[in-house]
């Protein structure tokens, strides 16, 4: 409580959490063979029910609420709580807000956070824009431009992801990203960032300098 777990190992902090769900159980085991099934937290809490209960000693409770946590959290990251507590405001919070909410799904998603003035996520303030299956996204500049006009949003940031684990923007991601540049500057919205996110990486078109600088975070 004093510290957080920063100072845990990996197979630490999964053990502290099995302790919740699997009380008076020597769950060091369980742990470890989650990690070496799996081979990192992250990929832990994206797994699914089927996989987690391939792991022997894992019952009946474990496997439902590591997939429940993530879904708390991204209820928490949704702007579901006060604004003024979900601030986007640097490159490290958006990686892990994005990371949070994509690097586990399967299909290609795109979408959009919308911010105020402060970078502060606005009430229900992501929009799902496109949802398909692998590498057959598409979103268009006009449907994100009338959603951040709607809702009053001073800037905004897209994001989607690359199920199949290459982080580079292809030349349709590029194309899209000076497409939506040229709308929000006509309309005197700020954007503050195109990203695209896999399992383990996140690529950022402002870092990469591939979006102008002004009102960068």
Partial sequence: MRFGLACFAEHEIVELFLTLCLPRKDVKSIAKALLRKFGSIHAIFDATIDELNQIKGMGTVAPIAIGMIKSFAEIYLNGNIPTNQCIIDNYERLEKFWR???????NEVFEVALLNTCLGLLKDGVIRIEEGVVNRTN?????????????HASAFIIAHNHPSGNVLPSDNDCILTKKIEKAAESLE???IDHVIVTHHEIFSFR??????TINSI
Avoid: D, T, V
């Fill in 100 to 106: 949070l909410r994509l690097g586990g799904l399967k």
């Fill in 139 to 151: 979103a268009y500049p006009r449907k994100i431009m009338e959603y951040a006009l709607k809702n």
């Fill in 189 to 191: 919205l700020c954007f």
């Fill in 207 to 212: 870092k990469a300098k591939m979006i102008k």
